[in-house]
């Protein structure tokens, strides 16, 4: 059972917009910053998102980041086959004294 | 361009050590702005944090793994360290270093990650 929830799926046709959710509580999401990274088949996670809602250099405007109280959530837009991957958040958590992740989401692209 | 790269034994027999190596380039480990730290990956499951260390041995563990896992590191090969003791199988998984960017004074986000090395806890 991970510290962060998320939904195991998601699923959208190419152009379309998917959210992705992720809940924490307040010894992480409520008091610190989250992350958000994408993994595809067989290769390292590569960071996404991070601070809630910056893009590191050379990510697509059409991933977006956000966060309310416990919660964030990852959005995106102009769905393409490249997209489908699993999708991370994550959060320093001050009780546990270290990093905890979502069980990650699959996003498949219809 | 910073790079990480793991490096170990792919196979390690159960109530062994598994011993691991991140070997940074392009950056140094002696940053004062960075953590660095080890995340793994079973098959087919998610991402588990197990520990992070500061340049000056400043360690964080996860409570789950604290009693079998070590990290350390040494500036002067750039690099750091993974040690996970009495392994068992429910430890095969894909070991990942990646850098903790903590230059806002909270951590976050894992920017740089090596490609990872596969470990198969067997006899």
């Known amino acids: 059972q991970s510290v962060l929830t998320q939904p195991p799926s998601a699923s959208g046709t190419p152009g379309q917009r998917v959210t992705i959710s992720c809940s924490g509580s307040?010894?992480?999401?409520?008091?610190?910053?989250v992350s958000w990274y994408q993994q595809s088949p067989g290769t390292a996670p590569k960071s996404l998102i991070y601070?809630?809602?910056q893009r590191p250099s050379g990510v697509p405007d059409r991933f977006t980041g956000s966060k309310s109280g416990t919660s964030a959530s990852l959005a995106i837009s102009g769905l393409r086959s490249e997209d489908e991957a699993d999708y991370y958040c994550?959060?320093?958590?001050?009780?546990?004294?270290?990093?905890?992740f979502g069980g990650g989401t699959k996003l498949t692209v219809l | 361009q910073l790079q990480l790269q793991e490096s170990g034994p792919g196979l390690v027999k159960p109530s062994e050590t598994l011993s691991l190596t991140c070997t940074v380039t392009?950056?140094?480990?002696?940053?004062?702005?960075?953590?660095w730290g080890w995340i793994r990956q079973s098959p087919g499951k998610g991402l588990e944090w197990l520990a992070n260390?500061?340049?000056?041995?400043?360690?964080h563990y996860n409570p789950s793994l604290r009693s079998r896992i070590t990290i350390s590191v040494d500036t002067s090969n750039n690099q750091f360290y993974l040690d996970v003791n009495s392994v068992t199988a429910s430890d095969t998984a894909v070991y990942y270093c990646?850098?903790?960017?903590?230059?806002?004074?909270?951590?976050?986000?894992?920017?740089?990650w090596g490609q990872g090395v596969l470990v198969t806890v067997s006899s």
């Open positions: 990646a850098r903790d960017d903590i230059s806002t004074g909270f951590h976050g986000p894992l920017d740089y």
């Open positions: 392009g950056g140094s480990v002696s940053s004062r702005i960075h953590h």
């Open positions: 260390i500061y340049y000056t041995g400043h360690t």
């Open positions: 307040n010894s992480n999401i409520g008091v610190t910053d």
């Open positions: 601070r809630n809602n």
């Open positions: 994550a959060s320093w958590d001050d009780s546990v004294g270290g990093w905890v």
